[in-house]
């Protein structure tokens, strides 16, 4: 099975912290994506990759950065945390062969900022 | 732009009922379209998919028929399950393109 690891499952950060998220995925995949889940708004796509060190910005990029050095893992940096980025955030992958197969995802990372 | 749109949550049913939750898309293209499943304290899961218009994908007892003359994608069971109680996601994708759009998710809670 396709396996898509994501390092922490809850963290609490204080404002002002530079946090990491990791992504690491198993399957060869080519994409990767980053989403963040709130209630109400369904899932809003932050940032994605479609090869190592390819980034392009989603719906709501601001307030974040992404890295892809390797092709199996891609992290989520909030540059300086703050409140309202507090949220569950969902790391998910793809084949690039066929967006047809839809979407592997993590088991999530909830992420409190005080 | 390329959008879905879900029916109201929460849901809540009884054991055994009917359930259908409704979607619709916008998209100007050709799109391929999924409903994602996420259970508690876990992420989404892929529940079935349709990529064609009149496809009808099914998986668990769920199933969703892609109509392209309505744009829908509507997901039902003829009967559930307490422990189909989740959150459920309709998605697009459009063909070519890798970013999947979502809707705002259904909360489905099945009392016994």
């Known amino acids: 099975d396709v396996k898509v690891t994501q390092s922490s499952r809850y963290l609490v950060k204080r404002t002002g912290e530079k946090v990491f998220l990791e992504c690491v995925q198993d399957m060869d995949h080519e994409n990767m994506f980053w989403y963040r889940q709130d209630p109400g708004l369904g899932l809003r796509l932050i940032y994605f990759?479609?090869?190592?060190?390819?980034?392009e910005k989603g719906d709501i990029p601001e307030g974040y950065s992404v890295s892809r050095e390797k092709k199996e893992r891609f992290s989520l940096i909030l540059e300086s945390a703050s409140t309202n980025q507090t949220s569950m955030y969902l790391c998910?992958?793809?084949?690039?062969?066929?967006?047809?197969?839809?979407?592997?995802f993590g088991s999530g990372t909830r992420l409190t900022v005080v | 732009g390329d959008s879905v749109t879900q029916m109201e949550g929460p849901v809540t049913l009884s054991e055994e009922a009917f359930l259908t939750i409704n979607c619709t898309y916008t998209?100007?293209?050709?799109?391929?379209l999924f409903w994602y499943v996420q259970y508690p304290g876990e992420g989404l899961q892929l529940l079935l998919k349709?990529?064609?218009?009149?496809d009808k994908g099914s998986n668990k007892g769920f199933e969703a028929t892609y109509r392209k003359e309505t744009t829908s994608f509507h997901l039902e069971k003829g009967s559930v399950q307490v422990s189909d109680s989740a959150v459920y996601f309709c998605a697009l994708t459009i063909q070519g393109a890798q970013k999947l759009v979502f809707g705002q998710g259904t909360r489905l809670t099945i009392n016994p």
């Open positions: 998209a100007t293209g050709y799109p391929s």
């Open positions: 990759s479609y090869d190592v060190k390819m980034k």
């Open positions: 998910a992958s793809s084949s690039g062969q066929d967006s047809n197969y839809g979407y592997t």
């Open positions: 349709a990529t064609k218009a009149d």
